[in-house]
């Protein structure tokens, strides 16, 4: 199945590099890494993760916990949507996930 990443999800990807760079260095590339390998792996098996809302699923992160990687599943492949911190406001997460 195709693997669509979406703007808004790489966008997120490199603000959450950023901020992690920022705590430490080096942790941002490390972090990239990751949540680019945890995007592959999750869409093997894609459809089998928690629901978010009535359009997305989601799978949190191995290494970094507290990001979810929020997917859809359409006609022409699995959509990465967007890569957001859990921890987050929900109402944030929704609204984010409103505009993607």
């Known amino acids: 199945m195709n693997v669509i990443i979406h703007p808004s999800a790489l966008d997120d990807l ?3 590099a950023v901020f992690y ?3 430490e260095r080096g942790l941002g ?3 990239f890494a990751d949540l680019s390998h945890e995007i592959k792996v999750s869409c093997e098996y894609a459809g089998t993760h928690r629901k978010a809302g009535k359009f997305y699923r989601y799978v949190t992160n191995g290494r970094f ?3 979810c990687i929020y ?3 359409e006609s022409d492949g699995i959509h990465i949507r967007a890569l957001l911190d859990h921890r987050r406001n ?3 997460i929704r609204r984010h996930l409103d505009d993607v």
């Open 29 to 31: 590339s490390e972090v």
């Open 65 to 67: 916990p507290y990001f």
């Open 71 to 73: 997917y859809s599943i």
């Open 21 to 23: 760079e920022k705590q």
């Open 90 to 92: 929900p109402r944030t």
């Open 14 to 16: 490199e603000d959450a």
